[in-house]
């Protein structure tokens, strides 16, 4: 007989979230209380509009809720009405160098737009026009500042990219659109080190209450990356700080948006999907409970329901964490005991505990008419 299983809410012990103003990137909700939302960024050139789409739907899957695309030229912001036509999620266009390209991105329909005050030919002079044109369209603005390419005046004036540079650029810019009455704003502030992150982040959540977009720039490979990503949004959340964030890695934007997820579920922000509690492994163990582990995640990769798997491998953790989790298995001495909420249900061949785990998740997941009957 088949369980429904119910989708976990957020964590009670969840960080309190700092107040701010709601904007809206196309239906998503970005502060005021809103999710923090996961953003990530296309590898591919916007010009292969087909390339893209697919990127997309993959990023999509992995949960993502805001894509991000380059536009760097003519060609990629021709491709830009085409690429929000079919994306199953919101689009910003990310502007560098030309302003004349907010605009096409503001026509194409785009859900926001990332402009760069430090690297934008004579922005300043453009932001009433840009102001007028993202008002009539109901487009927020993302200011986006970044350690390496700050504005020149600002860095003469600190004498490098600290955490008061960066957050006078941003507050800059954001009182010049302020002026012409424009206050549908997302900040980002950027650097390489997560702590000024973390420093900077602080001074503008102080500062204003314009929902704030996370971000360690240029963080590095998949490994360092994640763990610098993860110490300053996990400080910064922590603090209440933070309404949507992108894991900069260089890979696959999808491995940055499962990164990206994992933070946000660890931090109990977003309810948990699949998650797989294993041990590091000593010298009790007689079994190799990393391969173990591995083969586990390769075979629940894409599993569509929300379930803790314990993979333990002697019986020091193993029976309390078959206390918490929905499923697992103990090994040793070629067997794994199979336990469901705590029970041990049946003990078969170390060969057969992937093939095992794999039967008692199905047998917990709900049934296709049971989850069409609670959709509706």
Not at 21 to 28: E, M
């Amino acid at each position: 007989m088949k369980t429904d299983l119910a989708l976990p809410g957020l964590h009670p012990a969840a960080p309190v979230r700092r107040p701010s103003r709601q904007i809206h990137v196309g239906d998503v909700p970005v502060g005021g209380g809103a999710p923090v939302s996961v953003q990530t960024m296309t590898t591919t050139p916007t010009t292969d509009v087909d390339a893209t789409l697919r990127q997309i739907a993959a990023i999509t899957a992995a949960g993502c809720d805001i894509i991000r695309v380059a536009v760097p030229s003519a060609d990629d912001a021709d491709a830009l009405p085409r690429i929000v036509a079919k994306s199953p999620i919101p689009v910003i266009a990310d502007i560098h160098f030309q302003p004349r390209y907010v605009f096409a991105a503001i026509d194409a329909g785009c859900a926001a737009v990332r402009v760069n005050p430090g690297n934008i030919k004579k922005f300043d002079d453009r932001i009433a026009d840009i102001a007028q044109a993202a008002t009539t369209a109901r487009v927020p603005i993302r200011i986006g500042v970044n350690a390496g390419s700050l504005d020149p005046r600002l860095l003469a004036e600190h004498g490098s990219a600290t955490p008061q540079a960066l957050v006078a650029s941003a507050l800059r810019e954001a009182s010049l659109f302020e002026e012409h009455s424009f206050r549908d704003i997302k900040i980002a502030v950027k650097h390489h080190d997560p702590m000024t992150v973390v420093a900077a982040n602080r001074l503008l959540a102080r500062a204003c209450d314009y929902p704030l977009h996370l971000g360690v720039t240029e963080a590095g490979p998949a490994f360092q990356g994640a763990i610098k990503s993860a110490v300053a949004f996990g400080i910064l959340l922590a603090e209440g700080i933070g309404d949507t964030i992108r894991v900069s890695l260089s890979t696959d934007p999808v491995e940055q948006v499962k990164a990206g997820v994992h933070i946000l579920q660890s931090l109990g922000l977003r309810p948990r999907r699949l998650e797989i509690v294993s041990c590091p492994g000593c010298g009790r163990l007689q079994v190799d409970i990393h391969r173990l582990a591995a083969r586990v995640e390769a075979a629940f990769d894409g599993f569509p329901h929300p379930l803790r798997i314990a993979v333990m491998g002697c019986v020091v953790n193993g029976p309390g964490e078959a206390r918490e989790a929905d499923i697992g298995v103990s090994s040793g001495n070629g067997k794994g005991q199979i336990f469901v909420r705590g029970e041990v249900v049946r003990t078969v061949p170390e060969s057969k505990i992937v093939d095992a785990l794999l039967e008692e998740a199905l047998q917990l997941a709900p049934s296709d008419d049971a989850a069409e009957d609670t959709a509706s």
